[in-house]
């Protein structure tokens, strides 16, 4: 049983390589001015290789998909598939399905350090655009560090209750402090509350070049848990038994978590539902073995990013809707389902 459940997800693991190239090309294709797949695959060659452009092809055509829509899918591809290996990895750990990695206060981290820069009006000299991704990153990654250590200092056992309550109350403290921050700068609070709401827009490759670096850096990382993380589902006194240091393996799966999801705040803002809805549709289709779970969590969430972002973008063109806010419609309900489904 096991073994062709094996060979049936190792076989959908190849076709969804073209499941993801589909929804890529699709999310390049469709906008404000429609532009044929086959042309996609002509502009992208042609940038690539040097090939010759099909026919009837315009320069303007060539600017809308190479410095406009590719990198601006690529981008939602790469942050839908670090929430949602995000999302993965702290539901396996904590045994919780409603957890996710917003639940420890990442974002709420994230979301303070950059409201902070933004109030005080500070440029970081040689990065321009770049200072809020970057304070938005270290805020993330810092937040998850004190969150460990407050933890492990009320237990040092590091258990999933007290890890979980010491999250909710940073993030419940940083909200605070944000909410208190835009009350008082009013005229700054359009700025804050659209970065908080996510979006890709004007996202080059730039942004593409700045994230990729940490997105494998976070994803490699995990993997190299993947086996310590299936141990772990059968209970922390069970992996203790046959080896495997809970509280080693917690510290570094939640830093690669913060790495993840603090380079996806901090490029597209925070979007959230991602990380809840992707690796429930994974573990129901491929089952709970980390190997399958992780990386196909990349693919769907990713895929799901890229969807969302084209509804967002073309719903009311020319106009654009926050992804932050279609993933909430999104994942609300998908939410509200999970948590009645669980208290029944």
Known sequence: MSINRDKKNKTLMILSIGLVFLIICIGTSIGSSN???MDIISIISHKLFNTSLFEGIEAKDVSIIWS????????AFCVGGALAVSGAVVQSVLKNPLASPYTLGVSSGASLGVGLLIVSGITIPFLGNFSLSLVGFLCSLFTMIIVLLFASKVD???SNTTIILTG?????FFNAALTTLTALFAKKMESIILWQMGSFSMR???YLRAGVPFF???LIGVMSFSKEMDVLTFGEEQAKAIGVEA??????????VAILTGAAVAISGTIGFVDLIAPHIVRKVFGSKHS????MSVVFGGCLMVITDLISRTIIIPSELPVGAVTAMIGAPFFAYLYFKKAK
């Not at 909710?168 to 419940?172: A, G, T």
């Not at 509280?247 to 690669?256: A, G, H, P, Q, T």
């Not at 399958?292 to 990386?295: D, E, G, N, T």
């Open 292 to 295: 399958y779970v992780i990386p």
């Open 35 to 37: 532009i044929s797949i």
């Open 156 to 158: 040092r056992e590091l």
């Open 204 to 206: 080059g490759w730039s």
């Open 216 to 218: 494998l850096i976070g």
């Open 247 to 256: 509280e080693r393996v917690k510290k570094y799966l939640f830093l690669f």
């Open 68 to 75: 406009i829509r590719l990198p601006r899918v690529l981008l």
């Open 168 to 172: 909710m109350v940073f993030s419940l």
